[in-house]
């Protein structure tokens, strides 16, 4: 049974930064696709950061330049370093993980860790 656990969110003030764990415990596979997503109030879920084990690692424009998302496969573990926050970077951030299988993927999500970015 793979158990996704987050860690490092908080309050922060603008131009600050944070750094977001998540770590999928219990996997005998490592996880094909790894990557963060996030809920601001009254927002539909959206995709933040990607990274695919086929080198492929993409995006939300409103942060490219700022964040950054990098993996730790022997820990099973996807980080997302978040600098120059800004307020409208707040909201409940999501870790995603997908195991490759001949179906297709088996998706985990982890509770969510808040983030907000105020002075």
């Known amino acids: 049974q793979v158990q996704v656990v987050e860690s490092g969110g908080g309050l922060v003030q603008p131009g600050g930064s944070l750094r977001l764990s998540c770590a999928g415990t219990?996997?005998?596979?490592?996880?094909?696709?790894m990557g963060w997503y996030r809920q601001a109030p009254q927002k539909q879920r959206e995709l933040v950061a990607i990274?695919?084990?086929?080198?492929?690692?993409n995006y939300l424009d409103a942060v490219k330049g700022r964040f950054t998302i990098s993996r730790d496969n022997a820990k099973f573990t996807v980080y997302l370093q978040m600098n120059s926050l800004k307020p409208e970077d707040t909201a409940v951030y999501y870790c995603?993980?997908?195991?490759?299988?001949?179906?297709?993927?088996?998706?985990?999500w982890g509770q969510g860790t808040q983030v907000i970015v105020s002075s």
């Open positions: 995603r993980l997908g195991i490759r299988t001949i179906g297709g993927l088996e998706e985990y």
């Open positions: 219990g996997s005998m596979f490592l996880f094909y696709v």
């Open positions: 990274d695919i084990m086929n080198g492929t690692t």
